[in-house]
């Protein structure tokens, strides 16, 4: 890890810890050393493809964990990441790739995954798998992901709702707050490098 | 534009309402709005034929989560506000019987507890929009 990347592993454990997300900070924390965030995967993309962290090498990523049911949180989030995405220069987004990852695999099929990430940007790329599939992903993040039963069996879920910044070489970069506004989230990430 | 279909009587009004644009296959909405009264009331549900439910909701974020809450009913004082808006508390739409699409409307009625029913047109929003018309 770059001294940049150790320096944004300590930011964020500090965030995590202001935050008061004990239970994820403890997972989030190694051994020893910076916490360890994100990881390997094998999922598949909105056009059936497998894809896993090798796809997106060279590409700033920016992940974030939600599903196509959801009425507030990830609509919301996906907008402003998208108009951030928007105040950037044409050669900076062109390094950046948004995946969308769906916590609710049971509803969101790769061809549901592609059209709703497509809604968002041209960035924007949706990603499920099994549920076998995704766990290791979530764990890697430490991603808290858990059904909320509605009238009529209908469900929500309630998830983690916060974006990932992994750098070009796939090393975890910082966390971008889903309350930050576009031009906030555009400045920070700026900041990294993207 | 909002239309809000008066009647002598109501002291609650509403100002700012929108709902974003859905993606495809996105079944669910949130509607943003606030609500402004005389007097004080007590907001206890909405309605809507664009969905099979409309629930009052709160998205509550802490920690980097988001938790999905039900909420029974919002107070409003009298001369206050109660304010719904992206991240926090709006009307949940679940089921929609077809996607919302940027220039649409969605008809909605709030009713509150001292039998007040409010009738409103909402706007939809393009999916990047940050909030109703006129604010980018």
Known sequence: MTRTGLLAACAAVGVLAALGTGVLLERARAPQGPPQIGGPFALTDGDGR????????????????????????????????????????????????????????????????????????????????????????????????????????????????????????????????????????????????? | MLLLLWSPIQAAEVTGAWARATAPHQDT??????????????????????????????????????????VEAVDIPAHGTAAFSPGGMHIMLMGLKHGLAAGDSVDLTLSFADGERLRLAVPVQPIRAAGPPGVR
């Open chain 1, 50 to 194: 497998p894809v896993t962290e090798a796809s997106y090498a060279g590409k700033w990523r920016l992940i974030y964990f939600g599903y196509t049911h959801c009425p507030d949180a990830c609509p919301t989030t996906l907008s402003k990441l998208g108009a951030a995405l928007d105040r950037l220069a044409p050669a900076e987004r062109t390094g950046i790739r948004v995946l969308f990852v769906t916590v609710d695999p049971a509803r969101d099929t790769p061809a549901i995954m592609h059209d709703y990430a497509h809604a968002f940007g041209p960035e924007f790329t949706g990603l499920t798998g099994s549920v076998q599939a995704l766990a290791p992903m979530l764990d890697e993040f430490h991603v808290y992901a858990r059904r909320h039963d509605l009238a009529h069996g209908d469900y929500a879920m309630d998830h983690s709702s916060i974006i990932y910044v992994m750098a070009p070489d796939g090393a975890f970069t910082g966390l971008l707050d889903d309350a930050l506004s576009p031009d906030e989230m555009a400045r920070r990430l700026r900041g990294f490098g993207a």
């Open chain 2, 29 to 70: 909405a949130a509607i943003y709005l606030v609500i402004h009264s005389d007097k004080p009331t007590k907001l206890i549900g909405a309605e809507t034929a664009a969905a099979d439910m409309a629930m009052l909701h709160r998205t509550a974020r802490s920690g980097g989560m988001s938790d999905m809450q039900d």
